[in-house]
């Protein structure tokens, strides 16, 4: 990946970014974030109960699908000319469109919406990001996430 220059950031607003690579969401991985967050409601955990509701099996927590930004921005976001450190500053807003099945695959979109100089180097960027889902017509969520980069 290459650095991009603070000075260039303008020129970027609007434009996208880049598209992460699929990634798969496994029952395993779900079963673990149901344990780590105490939400075992069945739709997540119960093949054989979640089979007999409209989405046909288990499904991923909402935030499940929300914390795979992480993953998903690593190699598509910007990574600004002699960064310190990248913060996760949080969200505007987030939509939880789709539910993404287990053993589905999701990719991340991501569009730089907005970068504001805080403080002398210290960048916030905006970025309207979309979770598709391999297959799906409509995205799993939809969501504006702010990072801040330091740069030193």
């Keep these: ?9 303008a020129a970027l607003v609007g434009t996208e970014i880049g598209v992460s690579d699929w990634t798969e ?3 395993d991985q779900i079963n673990t974030f149901a344990d780590v967050t105490d939400d075992h409601q069945f739709i997540h955990i119960d093949p054989e109960k979640a ?10 927590h909402g935030f499940l699908t929300l914390s795979m930004l992480s993953s998903l921005a690593g190699g598509t976001s910007l990574v600004l ?3 310190v450190m990248g ?3 949080g969200f505007e807003k987030v939509r939880f469109l789709t539910p993404v099945r ?3 695959k999701i990719r991340g979109r991501f569009t730089l919406a907005e970068a504001v100089e805080r403080n ?3 960048w916030m960027l905006k970025y309207d990001v979309i979770v ?5 017509d409509k995205p799993a969520l939809m969501a504006q996430w702010l990072t801040l980069q330091i740069v030193g």
């Design 1 to 9: 990946m290459t650095a991009t220059k603070p000075s260039d950031l």
């Design 87 to 89: 913060i996760n500053y």
């Design 102 to 104: 287990a053993g589905r």
């Design 132 to 136: 598709e889902i391999d297959g799906e």
């Design 25 to 27: 969401i496994t029952q």
């Design 51 to 60: 089979a007999q509701t409209p989405f046909g099996g288990t499904i991923a």
């Design 81 to 83: 000319d002699g960064i």
């Design 120 to 122: 002398p180097g210290q």
